[in-house]
């Protein structure tokens, strides 16, 4: 697959009842938190050396949402949870491929079907 790195630069990010991206190439992705912390990229949620996920899905509250979120650098965000995690980086992206594939796939690991708009 062709790296297209523009195309993984958001113009606007916007969380409210989820994560709302719209990408510069006009692509409008949403992810649902839990999906979202789910996924949290970070060394206490995914075991560094052999990549496995080490959080459980079940221990994440139904009701978690971001507190705050912030740009490191220009490649990725920072997100503060409501359960106080805030150690998960999302590079832009992980996050545009991981839309992309649950668009493949027709839904995000353990979730429901990824939603455009
Ligand atoms: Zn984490």
């Given at each position: 697959m062709a790296l297209d790195l523009k195309k993984r630069k958001p113009r606007d990010i916007v969380y409210a009842d989820d994560l709302k991206i719209e990408w510069r190439d006009g692509v409008v992705s949403h992810y649902p938190f839990l999906t979202l912390r789910d996924a949290c990229p970070c060394a206490s949620c995914v075991?560094?050396?052999?990549?496995?996920?080490?959080?459980?899905?079940?221990?994440?509250?139904?009701d978690i949402h971001i507190k705050s979120a912030d740009y490191v650098g220009n490649y990725a965000l920072r997100i503060d949870w409501s359960?106080?995690?805030?150690t998960g980086i999302y590079s832009f992206r992980f996050l545009r491929e991981y839309f992309d594939m649950a668009v493949e796939q027709g839904g995000f690991p353990g979730g429901p079907h990824p939603r455009e708009s």
């Open positions: 075991d560094e050396l052999t990549g496995e996920k080490v959080l459980d899905q079940a221990s994440i509250s139904k359960d106080g995690h805030n």
